[in-house]
């Protein structure tokens, strides 16, 4: 990953973490959406000008590509460069959580 993807897109938007992580099989971007809103039990919900402007950046920028077209709706897919900006993501989402556990700013 260069560094201009790096600065866009380390750390993610919570938006972008979930679009990229649901996209490791094809979807489109209304399902991308309502398996974001089943995964978070409704606390995410990425509308329809979030989605899809950031499913045209991400494959503009070659994170993911379009696959199929599906009933009209386009499916798209992780690339390699974009699953190795999820697994860096993910790197320091678990570096974060490992980090906080046990230590309490009171003490």
Do not use: W
């Amino acid at each position: 990953m260069d560094d201009k993807l790096r600065r866009i897109y380390v750390p993610m938007t919570e938006s972008g973490f979930y679009i990229l992580y649901c996209l490791q099989r094809p979807q489109h971007g209304y399902g991308v959406s309502q398996q974001v809103r089943q995964m978070t039990g409704g606390e995410v919900v990425i509308g329809a000008g979030t989605m899809y402007g950031s499913l045209s950046k991400m494959e503009k920028d070659g994170l993911i590509a379009f696959v199929a077209e599906e009933d009209k709706r386009r499916l798209y897919q992780i690339t390699a460069l974009g699953r190795e900006v999820l697994e860096t993501e993910l790197r320091r989402i678990e570096r974060l959580y490992k980090n906080s556990k046990g230590v309490y700013l009171d003490e």
